[in-house]
């Protein structure tokens, strides 16, 4: 009995899985958002302002999460913030960030096989998942 690929089963053994190669300049943006995506801070200070309540966290919900100093918690937030994925807006002493939904399906996009006879390019066997609003 042999092991088929999930991946090859997905997409089909012979099909490429992008629609198109990345230029060069793509790829320099993309993988300076993907490397502040790559720290485990980042990517969990990332998951926490999406999903917090109304789409956007306040700095100081965000710092009691973590055992981490203050300004640590702010250097990642920086780098995500250098990086496009969220934004942030001052209100009296706070911070307030929002994830730009936009970039994350840029960047997500790029991870989804290329599926032609489907729309959102997912595989025709395989639902789409809900959109939840954060």
């Given at each position: 009995m042999s092991k088929q690929d999930?991946?090859?089963?997905?997409?089909?053994?012979?099909?490429?899985?992008?629609?198109?190669?990345l230029s060069a300049e793509q790829a320099m943006e993309l993988s300076?958002?993907?490397?502040?995506m790559g720290d485990p801070v980042r990517l969990r200070l990332l998951s926490l302002i999406a999903s917090h309540a109304g789409g956007e966290a306040c700095v100081c919900d965000?710092?009691?999460v973590f055992d981490?100093?203050?300004?640590?918690?702010?250097?990642?937030?920086?780098?995500?913030r250098?990086?496009?994925l969220i934004t942030g807006e001052r209100?009296?002493?706070?911070?307030?960030y929002r994830v730009r939904p936009d970039l994350l399906a840029q960047v997500s996009a790029v991870l989804v096989p290329a599926a032609p006879e489907s729309p959102a390019g997912?595989?025709?066997?395989?639902?789409?998942?809900p959109?939840?609003?954060a």
């Open positions: 999930p991946l090859a089963a997905i997409v089909g053994c012979c099909e490429p899985l992008a629609r198109e190669p300076r958002v993907f490397k502040a965000l710092t009691d981490l100093s203050g300004p640590t918690i702010s250097h990642h937030l920086k780098v995500l250098e990086a496009g209100r009296g002493t706070w911070v307030y997912m595989p025709p066997d395989r639902e789409a998942l959109v939840v609003e």
